[in-house]
């Protein structure tokens, strides 16, 4: 593990697992969907890097199916060969009525992947986040990842949470 400067805080490693409600063509993906799952990927990024953690992403995926054995779903295997020590899933809820792709809420869930354990989970709304009434969609979307990684941060840095079977 590196040290974090100033905290103190060992850095952990952590991949970054979206999915959306909107199901997209693999080839062809809605660019709207894509820029608004990127704004909230960057607040979560942008807060667990300023902590000093290694975090990365797994793009855009078509679908995390929700299989009964944990370690058989994709992004535990993907946060496993990428060195990940913790997996931060999210899905994204849009709401699409008249040609519009209006991100809603944010639903996540924290592993720690050598017990397979859910640490914490949570959600976040759009609505929940605005401060004004003329705010862009992707500004949102960035708050939203940020609150999602100010709640993280805080089991990261408790190891004690970590609950092994």
């Not at 979206?18 to 799952?37: G, H, I, W, Y």
């Amino acid at each position: 593990m590196l040290a974090a400067g100033g905290g103190g805080v060992c850095a952990e490693t952590l991949l970054v697992f979206a999915t959306n409600s909107v199901v997209m063509n693999a080839e062809e993906p809605d660019l709207r969907v894509v820029k608004l799952q990127s704004a909230v990927e960057e607040g979560i990024m942008s807060v667990l890097f300023d902590d000093g953690h290694i975090v990365f992403n797994a793009g855009i995926v078509t679908s995390n199916e929700p299989l009964s054995i944990v370690s058989d779903r994709l992004s535990v295997r993907l946060a496993k060969n990428g060195g990940a020590s913790w997996l931060l899933e999210v899905d994204l809820d849009y709401d699409t009525r008249d040609q519009e792709v209006v991100l809603v809420q944010a639903v996540y869930r924290l592993y720690h992947l050598d017990s397979l354990n859910e640490i914490t989970a949570g959600e976040v709304f759009t609505r929940d986040v605005r401060t004004r009434e003329d705010q862009d969609d992707q500004v949102l979307g960035e708050l939203m990842g940020k609150g999602i990684g100010f709640h993280v941060i805080r089991f990261l840095a408790d190891s004690s949470v970590v609950k092994f079977p």
